[in-house]
């Protein structure tokens, strides 16, 4: 058995991003989780919605991320080739811990999800780690290390083991390029033109949020998975958003002013996020009509809130 120990517990519960920042932080870097969630983009992003909505809605893959901070990886892709390609995932993952650096592995202890994985256990055949609901904090978690495989078809990778810094992370560039996108994703129309068809559509943004508020404001409307998933992760992300400018806003002299109103609103739309908790997380009821009643009009100040923050936010590009 080898486990690194000193890795620390999650901050934001979120299915892509966190096990990288743990990790680096680990190696060294100083991230905080609002400047991290906010260059990576989730303090941002709402879509779906839908139990998917968190993890392909992203501004870019974990492998871009890696790069935009400076670190080199190996990826050990899934093939469909039996076992070999777990025996290389196990291999490169247990030689990375041998070595002292954690490593990044697909639904090692939460279903489709990034988690950290920190040792393991050659005998029990075990990985140990960290994963936004299972291990997160407290005690590592502890699953069988061919879990992977179960769903790696989603994303054809099982594993990426980090290979050290080879550059540095452009903080202007990468900044300005994250608010870029934050305005971009929440003014995105994609498919909002089939919004009267028959078949449920995926939404981006504002739209996904309006849809949301509107499902809601309907008293037969059932509490679903995707409810629930969203609720929790986006209540957790989307508190990064207002610490992320005001981390950056001094970087922004004639900018500043903007950046940090926007803030305060994007601040707003959090507290609308986290009294919706309790509403949609999934020990709540399916169908409840009062709960309903209660849940729309928060989701509708929500997604006023961030509206008028994105809003603000494109205002305050237009003079960097």
Same mark, same amino acid.
């Given at each position: 058995?080898?486990?690194? $120990?000193?890795v620390?517990?999650y901050?934001?519960f979120?299915?892509? *991003?966190?096990?990288?920042?743990?990790?680096? $932080? *680990? =190696?060294?870097?100083?991230?905080?989780?609002?400047?991290?969630?906010?260059i990576?983009?989730?303090?941002?992003?709402?879509?779906?919605?839908?139990?998917?909505?968190?993890?392909?809605?992203t501004?870019m893959?974990?492998? &871009?991320?890696?790069?935009?901070?400076?670190?080199?990886?190996i990826?050990?892709?899934?093939?469909?080739s039996?076992?070999?390609?777990?025996?290389?995932?196990?291999?490169?993952?247990?030689?990375?811990?041998?070595?002292?650096?954690?490593? =990044?592995?697909?639904?090692?202890f939460?279903p489709?999800?990034?988690?950290?994985?920190?040792?393991?256990?050659e005998?029990?055949? =075990?990985?140990?780690?960290?994963?936004?609901?299972?291990g997160?904090?407290?005690?590592?978690?502890r699953?069988?290390?061919?879990?992977s495989?179960?769903? !790696?078809?989603?994303?054809?990778?099982?594993?990426?083991?980090l290979?050290?810094?080879v550059?540095?992370?452009?903080?202007?560039e990468?900044e300005?390029?994250?608010?870029?996108?934050?305005?971009?994703?929440a003014?995105?129309?994609e498919?909002t033109?089939?919004?009267?068809?028959?078949?449920?559509?995926?939404?981006?943004?504002?739209?996904?949020?309006?849809?949301?508020?509107?499902?809601f404001a309907?008293?037969?409307?059932?509490?679903?998975?995707g409810?629930?998933?969203?609720?929790?992760?986006?209540?957790?992300?989307?508190?990064?958003?207002?610490? *992320?400018l005001?981390?950056?806003?001094?970087?922004?002299?004639?900018?500043?002013?903007s950046?940090?109103?926007?803030? &305060?609103?994007?601040?707003?739309?959090?507290?609308c996020? &986290?009294? =919706?908790?309790?509403?949609?997380?999934w020990?709540?009821?399916?169908?409840?009509?009062?709960?309903? !009643?209660?849940?729309?009009?928060l989701?509708?100040? !929500?997604?006023?809130?961030?509206?008028?923050?994105?809003?603000?936010?494109e205002?305050?590009?237009?003079?960097?």
């Amino acid at each position: 058995m080898k486990i690194v $120990n000193g890795v620390s517990e999650y901050e934001v519960f979120e299915a892509n *991003f966190e096990s990288l920042r743990l990790a680096l $932080n *680990f =190696l060294g870097e100083n991230y905080s989780p609002a400047y991290f969630h906010g260059i990576a983009g989730t303090a941002f992003r709402v879509g779906g919605i839908c139990p998917c909505a968190p993890t392909c809605t992203t501004a870019m893959s974990l492998q &871009q991320l890696i790069k935009l901070l400076g670190y080199d990886y190996i990826e050990l892709p899934y093939v469909e080739s039996g076992d070999g390609d777990v025996a290389r995932m196990t291999d490169a993952v247990r030689a990375s811990i041998d070595d002292g650096v954690p490593a =990044l592995v697909w639904n090692a202890f939460t279903p489709c999800e990034w988690n950290i994985v920190t040792g393991y256990d050659e005998n029990e055949k =075990l990985f140990l780690g960290r994963g936004p609901w299972n291990g997160g904090q407290g005690e590592y978690a502890r699953n069988a290390w061919g879990k992977s495989k179960e769903e !790696a078809g989603l994303v054809g990778v099982l594993a990426l083991v980090l290979k050290g810094k080879v550059g540095s992370l452009n903080r202007r560039e990468t900044e300005i390029a994250a608010l870029r996108e934050a305005v971009r994703h929440a003014n995105d129309r994609e498919n909002t033109d089939k919004l009267e068809s028959s078949e449920w559509v995926f939404l981006q943004g504002r739209a996904a949020l309006k849809r949301w508020a509107d499902d809601f404001a309907k008293p037969e409307r059932r509490r679903g998975v995707g409810d629930s998933y969203c609720i929790d992760i986006y209540s957790s992300c989307h508190a990064s958003a207002g610490e *992320f400018l005001r981390e950056i806003a001094a970087n922004y002299p004639s900018a500043a002013d903007s950046l940090l109103n926007a803030a &305060q609103i994007f601040d707003k739309e959090e507290e609308c996020l &986290q009294k =919706l908790v309790p509403l949609l997380t999934w020990s709540s009821l399916e169908a409840d009509a009062d709960r309903n !009643a209660k849940a729309y009009p928060l989701l509708q100040e !929500a997604l006023e809130n961030y509206s008028k923050a994105i809003d603000v936010l494109e205002s305050a590009l237009a003079i960097i």
